[in-house]
């Protein structure tokens, strides 16, 4: 049960995050999705509710549902923190304050692509699993990045982003140790860095299938890679 956390989704009939449901589901995460406080409040009886890394909502949602839920919702088996997300335009200050006096720490600002959506869904998870070997917090991404050694060259899709390293999706990663060189486009250029393959993620439910490298020089201070990742995190944080 451990190795399945879940999404929680708190909806009603007046908003709508169903759709966002069924692109998770596809995905291969777990959800549930609660169409009404007592959908939720059953759903927080069962053994699966320990499991619960992040619970989604819409921005309109009435604040008292979730005061209903949260109280009856168990500790995490492994001791992580659950995230609150809101989901929608979120442009109203007033409400964002209510958000944050309701304890929502997060934000998926519509509208979002598959990245973002499978990154906010697991965030808790992965922040867990590789704590304290992780450095750098990785933002989601959609960039296709070229890959070279040797004589070789390939176009892989960044899906998770840092500093220090990045996720390229593949069905046929390259050797853990191999080194590469990755050329990444951001907004204000491209940047090319010197890699390393540190892991491999074959068939994985979670997350789809590729590798994780490190860069062999991190980025600091204001450098156009640590620039786009810190603005890319603030945008899902509340």
């Not at 009856?72 to 001791?79: E, M, T």
């Not at 140790?177 to 486009?185: F, M, Y």
């Amino acid at each position: 049960m451990d190795d399945h956390p879940f999404t929680l989704i708190l909806d009603d009939a007046s908003t709508g995050l169903g759709r966002a449901a069924l692109r998770l589901l596809r995905m291969g995460i777990d959800v549930f999705y609660a169409a009404d406080p007592d959908e939720a409040v059953l759903f927080c009886r069962q053994a699966e509710a320990g499991g619960v890394r992040a619970v989604m909502l819409p921005e309109e949602l009435d604040l008292a549902i979730l005061g209903r839920v949260l109280p009856r919702l168990p500790a995490n088996r492994d001791g992580s923190i659950t995230s609150l997300v809101a989901v929608g335009e979120l442009a109203d200050e007033k409400r964002l304050a209510e958000l944050r006096k309701a304890g929502v720490d997060r934000v998926l600002r519509t509208p979002f692509d598959d990245s973002a959506l499978r990154w906010m869904a697991n965030e808790a998870r992965f922040e867990h699993e590789h704590q304290p070997k992780r450095r750098f917090s990785r933002a989601p991404t959609d960039l296709l990045c070229r890959a070279s050694w040797g004589i070789r060259r390939k176009d892989l899709v960044c899906s998770t982003l840092s500093k220090g390293g990045a996720f390229l999706e593949t069905p046929s990663p390259l050797e853990i140790g191999q080194k590469i060189k990755l050329r990444i486009p951001l907004p204000d250029g491209p940047v090319s860095l010197k890699c390393v393959v540190a892991n491999h993620a074959v068939g994985a439910s979670l997350r789809p299938s590729g590798m994780g490298v490190t860069f062999l020089e991190p980025a600091t201070g204001e450098d156009p890679l640590s620039s786009f990742v810190t603005a890319r995190l603030a945008e899902f944080l509340l």
